[in-house]
């Protein structure tokens, strides 16, 4: 088990250019999160996957995001046009499906720095 | 909707002393109850969790009770040390909704 990673750790990029980040989950785990955290705030729900297929998206998700899990294994966040207020740390999660109360499991972000 | 209301900090105690971190939350359906730590410099983790109504979830010294009466899921530890400085999240997930506070950092001083 070598936890959940997340590529890349920092992200520096101008105001209307496209970025994309990757995240690899717990191999045994079939349900991948996104999350949004802003300084001094907790983590926002964003999306999540079972397996490939997406099951829940917040509003938060605007039409300028989108996610992908195309074989239910990692999962790819891209964000078009980018923004000064997408700026953030992007969280990825993932959990095993099961009884309730499953616990998930997070990467150590990709800090986003939009300029 | 479903919300999370989680204690301000930020708290700073000397070491031994009580702590408590309130939480109350508001659901539509039947959530399960978490709380998450990030240590400095590290990534968020599990603390505990409790999935029905009077568990009591606990770990590392740190209690919480589901009471689904105040649908409050308030942190507790008896003594606190230095190593326990970091920030906590409160987090009610239900069905298809996760949600987190805004966390509460904690400083404990020798």
């Known amino acids: 088990d070598t936890g959940v990673s997340q590529d890349p750790r920092h992200k520096i990029t101008k105001r209307g250019q496209n970025v994309t980040f990757r995240c690899d989950p717990i191999s045994e785990h079939n349900r991948l999160y996104w999350y949004r955290q802003t300084l001094g705030q907790g983590p926002e729900f964003l999306t999540y996957?079972?397996?490939?297929?997406?099951?829940?998206k917040s509003r938060l998700l605007s039409d300028r995001f989108s996610a992908e899990r195309p074989k239910g294994s990692f999962s790819t966040l891209e964000i078009q046009r980018t923004e000064q207020g997408d700026s953030a740390m992007y969280l990825c999660?993932?959990?095993?499906?099961?009884?309730?109360?499953?616990?998930?499991?997070f990467g150590p972000g990709t800090r986003l720095l939009v300029l | 909707g479903d919300s999370v209301t989680q204690m301000e900090g930020p708290v700073t105690l000397s070491e031994e002393a009580f702590l408590t971190i309130n939480c109350t939350y508001t659901a539509t359906g039947y959530p399960s109850l978490f709380w998450y730590v990030q240590y400095p410099g590290e990534g968020l983790q599990l603390l505990l969790k409790a999935t029905k109504a009077d568990d009591k979830g606990s770990n590392k010294g740190f209690e919480a009770t589901y009471r689904k009466e105040t649908t409050s899921f308030h942190l507790e530890k008896g003594s606190v040390q230095v190593s326990d400085s970091a920030v906590y999240f409160c987090a009610p997930h239900t069905g298809n909704q996760f949600y987190f506070g805004t966390g509460t950092s904690l400083t404990v001083i020798p």
């Open positions: 999660a993932s959990s095993q499906e099961g009884s309730r109360g499953e616990t998930q499991y």
């Open positions: 996957f079972q397996n490939e297929a997406q099951l829940e």
